[in-house]
């Protein structure tokens, strides 16, 4: 059952529907081959494509039969008459099955592909906008040098480009089909036929198939996902940083009417964040069931089949919605230049040690001695509470070094925007 949350342009995909239209697809395309070769009659080809099946005596079917593919075929047949006899000739269950697989895979990454330039235009808007907003670069949880958040979401976006061109290769791979026989040898149905039908299909062919299409396809097609999920996490946790109180220099959307806690009605809390980062875990999971499914006995076996009913719709459900809904954060999200810039002096300008490291080694001053006078002032700015700049002029050291003009440069915020421009061009933004 498809759960509720999913979209429903890519539910309808991994429907039973959408699973079966394209098994009937793929059934009439073999017989239209079947008779551009002459094997069987056009008339009867020509009744095949107007076939139909009965969900509800397929599920009757299937209870008796125990085979989804037999099941499907005699619900077909009831539909037809004495031409349903060449419904099926010479295929085995999964060129149907895969065949029908690489269209919905395919058709998937078309609605992720649509996503991701969604997001991506979302992101890019918002760098664009804050551009040149100053606020604090963190590395390991703590103040570095400041940055600007469009730099932050530049490089996001640079990241989603990254994910829309390994989503084209992925879908390069997985978008193919295999009309080969029981074991891939032709025997039964020529490669003709197969050419045919994938190209009918929009398809490309596995060149030497088995009794399946190879899972390392799926295996590259789910890691992708699970790639791409991985980002949306490492976005949506930024913001979960962000949005803490302590820090509050973003916010998720937040409506009207909206309520964050039960027990404590000042809440706002990043639940669509923690969201996304909680399903791209699940993503993220099914990537190595993908990989473990590469591996299978001879020419097949079954042990692939059970969890791909599970990883291949699910990932694709899931990833669809975790894009959809980052992409309303984004839109909508809340920026606070004022606390970015409260933030940057929180900490008496230690901000800019960097840049006083680098004046004095300059002038002279070794190295070592320069990285230690400037962290003792450092550390009394940090615990008194005096401003760093005032520290560096009252030292000795410091002064008989560095004049007045030359501490201001030091102290300029502006040194931390100058290359956002290069940077912007780089990703193509400006």
């Known amino acids: 059952m498809i759960p509720k949350y999913c979209r429903p342009k890519m539910a309808a995909i991994w429907s039973d529907k959408g699973k079966y239209d394209r098994w009937l697809q793929v059934e009439s395309a073999v017989c239209d081959a079947w008779a551009e070769r002459g094997d069987i009659p056009k008339e009867a080809a020509e009744k095949i494509r107007g076939a139909r099946y009965n969900l509800e005596d397929f599920e009757r079917y299937l209870k008796e039969i125990h085979h989804d593919v037999i099941s499907f075929l005699r619900s077909v047949a009831d539909s037809l008459g004495e031409e349903s006899r060449f419904v099926h000739m010479g295929l085995t269950s999964y060129d149907v099955v895969d065949t029908a697989l690489g269209m919905q895979l395919r058709d998937s990454c078309d609605i992720l592909q649509r996503d991701l330039e969604v997001l991506t235009a979302a ?38 480009r990254r994910n829309a061109r390994r989503l084209a290769d992925a879908r390069a791979e997985v978008a193919v089909g295999k009309v080969s026989g029981a074991v891939g040898s032709h025997a039964t149905v020529p490669p003709e036929i197969e050419e045919k039908v994938c190209a009918r299909l929009g398809l490309g062919i596995e060149p030497i198939s088995t009794q399946i299409v190879q899972r390392d396809r799926h295996a590259r097609f789910v890691t992708t996902l699970a790639i791409l999920a991985s980002s949306l996490e490492k976005f949506a946790t930024e913001v979960r940083h962000l949005q803490r109180t302590e820090v509050l220099e973003v916010e998720e959307p937040f409506e009207e009417g909206q309520a964050g806690s039960s027990a404590m009605p000042h809440k706002r809390n990043p639940e669509k964040c923690e969201r996304v980062c909680g399903l791209a875990r699940v993503v993220r999971g099914y990537s190595v069931t993908a990989l473990e499914n590469v591996s299978l ?88 509470r005096i401003p760093l700049r005032g520290l560096l002029e009252s030292d000795a050291e410091v002064s008989g070094r560095l004049s007045a003009a030359e501490l201001d440069e030091i102290f300029d915020y502006s040194v931390y925007t100058k290359y956002v421009d290069h940077s912007f061009k780089r990703v193509n933004l400006l």
């Open 123 to 160: 992101v890019e808007e918002k760098a664009l906008r804050y551009k040149d907003t100053l606020m604090m670069g963190r590395t390991h949880g703590v103040h570095a040098e400041p940055i600007t958040f469009g730099l932050k979401l530049a490089g996001w976006v640079d990241e989603l």
């Open 297 to 384: 006995w001879h020419e097949r076996d079954l042990t692939d089949s059970a969890p791909e009913r599970i990883i291949l719709p699910d990932s694709c459900l899931l990833l669809d919605y975790i894009l959809d809904l980052f992409t309303y954060v984004m839109r909508g999200l809340q920026v606070y230049p004022e606390r970015m810039r409260e933030n940057l002096e929180l900490t008496q300008g230690l901000v800019f040690t960097s840049r006083a490291l680098v004046a004095l080694v300059n002038k002279g001053l070794s190295r070592e001695k320069a990285y230690k006078l400037i962290q003792a002032c450092s550390m009394r700015a940090w615990k008194e």
